[in-house]
């Protein structure tokens, strides 16, 4: 399989950490729903791949969401993993589920804009703080990390652009309340990198670090790499993706346009940054889960590389390498 030539571009950061958000992000947002075994598969596969911080499901109730209505079994069959598994939790009544699941990491998910709260939570975005900040207080008490989401960072589809202090206030107020990592949600893919860098630049004025930001980009206007490599610039090493592409399928409804982890590996990788990912067992994967749900992905690397591979995602074209993957 190809590989991308490693040509290094600046004072870029040597490592970045991938957060994987397929399981959760994408299929929830896909219209097929997966069932339990697949998803053990698709998360012990993830992780083969080297990708060590996998959001694995989210504990909403299941009429919200039901793709991900299965998170308690979920849980009980995938059993201990290596590496860092965050789950969403939308409320106390979640955080209890991920608890008594054994769940050590969570994530809330917040807006920066008051229609979204409106819509997404039923709440004002200050009462949505104020929600969050007593499920960040019992999570804490209960030893658990948490990271914050800021969705609508750049863009909102009812209130056009979101002005950047907005943004920050509610960044600031989710670590204040104790979360450990934020990630800024560029929820319908408008950001272009000149807005990325600023934003970036006055959450550092307002004395947010850059480790404790993560970026999340969606592809929906053709941005997400070019957005990246404006957060790598300013030093941002955690960066969102979703394997394939899921939740992003062009061909479906709902379409929201994840950046996907092939994607932003290839251009990773090519720029000699390490993520400890293996860009041909991640492809394995996502066609393999590309086939599950009867569509093709929408990632731009996969389709690219996915003829070098063979016709199943399990045999490699040439069987010379045939031992050296899975
Ligand atoms: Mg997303």
């Given at each position: 399989m190809r590989t991308p030539t490693a040509v290094s571009l600046g004072a870029l950061p040597s490592h970045v950490t991938i957060y994987e958000v397929g399981a959760r992000d994408g299929l929830q947002n896909e219209s097929t729903v997966v069932d339990v075994a697949t998803k053990v598969e698709f998360i012990h596969r993830l992780i083969d791949s080297g990708l060590r911080n996998v959001e694995l499901t989210s504990f909403v109730p299941a009429s919200w969401v039901p793709q991900l209505a299965d998170a308690e079994e979920l849980l009980a069959r995938l059993g201990p993993l290596s590496g860092r598994h965050p789950v969403l939790v939308p409320n106390e009544r979640g955080l209890e589920r991920a608890l008594a699941s054994g769940v050590r990491e969570i994530a809330v998910f917040a807006s920066a804009t008051e229609t979204f709260a409106q819509r997404n939570l039923n709440r004002t975005v200050r009462e949505s703080l104020d929600a969050f900040a007593v499920v960040v207080a019992r999570a804490l008490a209960e030893g658990l990390a948490v990271r914050g989401y800021v969705s609508m960072c750049f863009g909102d589809?009812?209130?056009?652009d979101v002005a950047p202090d907005q943004v920050v206030d509610v960044a600031r107020a989710l670590l204040d309340m104790g979360c450990a990592e934020l990630s800024l949600g560029d929820t319908i893919g408008v950001a272009t990198p000149g807005a990325v860098a600023r934003l970036l630049e006055l959450l550092g004025e307002r004395d947010?670090?850059?480790?404790?930001i993560a970026v999340h980009f969606h592809d929906t206007y053709g941005q997400a790499l070019a957005n990246t490599l404006a957060a790598l610039e300013r030093g941002v090493t955690t960066i969102d993706a979703s394997a394939g592409g899921l939740g992003g399928c062009p061909f479906a409804g709902s379409a929201t346009g994840n950046l996907a982890t092939e994607d932003l590996v290839w251009q990773l990788h090519g720029l000699?940054?390490?993520?400890?990912?293996d860009l041909e067992a991640l492809c394995r994967t996502s066609l393999w889960m590309a086939q599950r749900l009867g569509r093709p992905s929408p990632s731009r690397t996969l389709n690219a590389l996915a003829p070098t591979l063979t016709s199943s995602e399990r045999e490699p074209v040439d069987s010379k390498k045939e031992d050296s993957h899975e």
């Open positions: 589809p009812w209130e056009g947010v670090r850059v480790e404790q000699g940054i390490e993520t400890g990912v």
